[in-house]
Nanobody, 117 residues
Framework: QGELVESGGGLVQPGGSLRLSCICS????????MAWHRQAPGKQRELVAS??????????NYADSVKGRFAISRDNAANTVYLQMNNLKPEDTAVYYC????????WGKGTQVTVSS
């Protein structure tokens, strides 16, 4: 049974940076398409960034709202996926969730990111 645990969220001022981590256990993450989603209060969950499995060329994809500011990456040796978030804006405030899509489908419990002065 796979498990995803997110960390790295917190309170940051506009223009600041955070790096989220998603530690995977029970699965070999490099064989999964991995993604970060977010859900703000009163809004639907949305895809932020994704990175394909190594068998699919590790293609990355980003929501238009974060292109040029966020970067998704994976460390296969550590079985971890990261989301580097730069130039954060108040509208980035949300709970961020890690998602693994492969033989099975797994979600983490989320980490809160708050961007406020």
């Amino acid at each position: 049974q796979g498990e995803l645990v997110e960390s790295g969220g917190g309170l940051v001022q506009p223009g600041g940076s955070l790096r989220l981590s998603c530690i995977c256990s029970g699965i070999i993450s490099r064989y999964y398409d991995m993604a970060w989603h977010r859900q703000a209060p009163g809004k639907q969950r949305e895809l932020v960034a994704s990175i394909a499995a190594v068998t699919s060329g590790r293609r990355t994809n980003y929501a238009d709202s974060v292109k040029g500011r966020f970067a998704i990456s994976r460390d296969n040796a550590a079985n971890t996926v990261y989301l580097q978030m730069n130039n954060l804006k108040p509208e980035d405030t949300a709970v961020y969730y890690c998602h693994a899509d492969g033989l099975s489908d797994y979600w983490g419990k989320g980490t809160q990111v708050t961007v406020s002065s």
